[in-house]
């Protein structure tokens, strides 16, 4: 099999295709194996790979978390902030609790066997970043992104050149391409960690001439090694890139990636509570989240009546709040009679507007403006949960 190298290819629950050059058929298999996958660079991997269309029984839903390295500790965070806290005794004890669901279990891996587990139907969902995800579930329909955007771990998977020789009048990938040293006996020598997404994003680019190597870090002292003329890695500030003397190159950018929440599309469809979890799951990050980018600002305003007030604060573009503005009358004692000559107005604001705010609210007549956190931001019903139905075809 690595001789003909074939791709493995999970086509439906109770099939697999495997692709040959020049043809293609189908065997079914009726029981969970394991399969070896060999790519077109050779490698290895092993995949548990789940083939019943039944899932195996359990009663607890189980998500998978980082256990260590770039996103350990965010990813507590973040469930912390979602007062969704995990409970877990010691570091290394790999199995763990969240006390508000009850029906969920903690189980702490490495990201990559993350992927793997959620493939072979050993948890159900799983906090990793969009990277291990796209290199690691290879394109698995399986795999559901029910949160793509967690706001931490971001990083591109990137093309990197040298910024000397051959290389110094080269920026971009249409020019890497054309470039005439690449030849079938001279290839461009790319090293890599990320063995699938790698080849692939050459191939759709029309980069023929192409061989892979990899290694498990420090790919950036590749080039100046002689080991290869470029790397594919994870870029995040940049300062790996610049102490090697390498540079990104326009168009060079396989995959933006930050942590996001996946699940498995079998267990979320045929395990019992799983669907529920998620959905809270996904309720409290998405609360969370859009709370993170506002401030709730609260100020007085002197004038005749609400919708006088409402009409002033909506003139100004960033004073539109979520929904508009709530504007209610402050109520004073004037010669013995109760009135309303002033108006508090209360809206969210964005974060990055909100000194253009401020600004907006006095040119209206704002005095005393207060700002505070948000905590959380409900919503009816978010986006992401009715596009996690229609992808799930509820
Ligand atoms: N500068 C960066 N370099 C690498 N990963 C980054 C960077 N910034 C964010 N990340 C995110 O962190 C993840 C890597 O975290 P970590 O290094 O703990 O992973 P790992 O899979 O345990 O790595 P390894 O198995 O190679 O030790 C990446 O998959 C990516 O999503
Ligand atoms: O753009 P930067 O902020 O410099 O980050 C990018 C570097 O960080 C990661 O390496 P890591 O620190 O995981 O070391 P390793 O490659 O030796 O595992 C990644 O593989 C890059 O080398
Ligand atoms: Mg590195």
């Not at 290839?187 to 290694?215: D, Q, W």
């Not at 940049?238 to 996001?260: F, M, P």
């Not at 986006?383 to 992808?391: D, F, M």
Request: charged residues 20%; contains cysteine.
């Amino acid at each position: 099999m690595s001789l003909l190298q074939p791709y493995f290819q999970q086509c439906a629950s109770t099939a697999f295709s495997i692709s040959f050059p020049s043809h293609s058929f189908y065997v079914s298999v009726s029981k969970r194996t394991f399969i070896s996958c060999c790519s077109s660079q050779s490698q290895t991997a092993l995949v548990d790979a789940p083939v019943d269309s039944k899932i195996a029984e359990r009663d607890e839903i189980r998500l998978g978390l980082p256990s260590k390295g770039r996103m350990a500790a965010d990813t507590l965070d973040l469930l912390k902030d979602c007062q969704l806290s995990v409970k877990q005794v010691n570091p290394r004890q790999y199995v763990a609790q969240i006390p508000q669901l009850s029906n969920l279990e903690v189980w702490f891996q490495r990201p990559k066997d993350i992927v793997r587990k959620l493939l072979s139907g050993d948890l159900d969902l799983g906090i990793v970043g969009l990277d291990t995800v796209s290199e690691y579930g290879q394109g698995n329909e399986d795999l559901i992104i029910v949160h793509d955007a967690l706001d931490y771990g971001d990083c591109r998977l990137s093309l990197a050149i040298p910024k000397y020789g051959i290389f110094e009048n080269i920026n971009s990938l249409r020019e890497l391409a054309e470039m005439p040293q690449w030849t079938v006996e001279k290839p461009l020598r790319v090293a890599t960690g990320f063995t699938y997404l790698g080849p692939k994003f050459m191939k759709e680019h029309g980069l023929n001439h192409v061989i892979f190597s990899t290694a498990d870090g420090a790919l950036e002292a590749a080039p100046a090694m002689g080991i290869a003329d470029a790397i594919l890695d994870l870029v995040s500030s940049g300062t790996t890139l610049r102490e090697n003397n390498l540079k990104e190159i326009e168009g060079g950018v396989v995959l933006e990636s930050q942590a996001v929440l996946v699940a498995s599309r079998k267990a979320l469809i045929q395990r019992k509570g799983a669907l529920d979890t998620t959905h809270e799951i996904l309720e409290r990050f998405e609360a969370h989240l859009r709370a993170l980018g506002q401030f709730t600002v609260t100020a007085n305003m002197r004038g005749g009546s609400a919708e006088e007030v409402a009409e002033r604060v909506l003139t100004q573009p960033s004073l539109a709040g979520l929904q508009g503005p709530t504007v209610c009358p402050v109520f004073c004692k004037r010669d013995g009679k109760v009135t309303a000559d002033y108006y508090a107005i209360v809206i969210c604001v964005p974060k990055k507007a909100l000194y253009k705010s401020v600004q907006q609210l006095r040119a209206i007549g704002g005095s005393g403006v207060l700002i505070s956190p948000l905590t959380y931001i409900f919503d009816e019903e978010t986006p992401r949960w009715r596009e996690l139905l229609s992808k799930l075809g509820i």
